[in-house]
């Protein structure tokens, strides 16, 4: 059964950081491994996607990097902004169970 | 948002009601799901159908009961629930089960 664990569970921080956010996750067959975020009350807004056979996948300000043998992926967020305060989660998508399993997430607040 | 809608979006029903939630994808995938996600733990994966198909059931109470007439639209029957349903449902579609998944905003349910 997979599980995944984000670290830290929260996270506050001055606006222009940069930070790093960590996903781990015990069944390293995966087929790829999806970062979100979550506002409050809301839906899921997906915010990068990287496919097993590769190792980062950049978007904006975001990146992101996975190191599948070692069960590991990381979520870079560079100056880091107020409208950037949301939940991410990490979601492993394990083929052998065809489902995707989530992290409790982490939860950043980011201080104007 | 708009590629995945849910309503309604807010529900508070009493133990015995029988009521429905319904999800409709706009971006033309062949796969559904429904999720739980209650407070402090991760989403739960219920349901996934492909090609209007059921394809993981993930030992839901048969209080909930899906139906996916079509792969545009998925509703999620509700009966007899318990004051521990109360939760926020969300709903995700994919171009097939290995793809991205995208989030509709979700219904917020309260059993009373």
């Known amino acids: 059964k997979q599980e995944v664990t984000q670290i830290p569970a929260a996270l506050s921080v001055p606006e222009g950081e940069n930070l790093v956010l960590n996903c781990s996750f015990t069944d390293s067959a995966i087929y790829n491994l999806q970062w979100f975020r979550q506002d409050p009350g809301k839906g899921l807004t997906s915010l990068l996607l990287i496919q097993s056979s590769q190792r980062e996948q950049t978007s904006g300000r975001l990146n992101a990097s996975l190191d599948k043998s070692s069960g590991r992926s990381t979520l870079y967020i560079a100056a880091s902004q107020p409208g950037d305060s949301a939940t991410y989660l990490c979601?492993?998508?394990?083929?052998?169970?065809?489902?995707?399993?989530f992290g409790i997430g982490t939860k950043l607040q980011v201080i104007p | 948002e708009t590629g995945v809608t849910q309503t309604p979006r807010h529900l508070v029903m009493g133990m015995t009601n029988k009521k429905s939630l319904k999800c409709e994808q706009h971006l033309g995938h062949n796969a559904m799901y429904w999720y739980k996600q209650s407070a402090k733990k991760p989403l739960e994966l219920m349901f996934v159908?492909?090609?209007?198909?059921?394809?993981e059931n993930n030992s839901v109470p048969s209080r909930f009961s899906p139906e996916c007439p079509n792969s545009s639209h998925l509703f999620l029957h509700l009966h007899t629930l318990q004051p521990e349903d109360s939760a926020l449902y969300l709903c995700?579609?994919?171009?097939?089960?290995?793809?991205?998944?995208?989030f509709g905003p979700g219904t917020r349910l309260t059993v009373l």
């Open positions: 159908y492909n090609f209007k198909e059921q394809t």
């Open positions: 979601a492993p998508h394990s083929g052998g169970y065809q489902k995707v399993t």
């Open positions: 995700a579609s994919s171009q097939d089960v290995g793809g991205p998944q995208y």
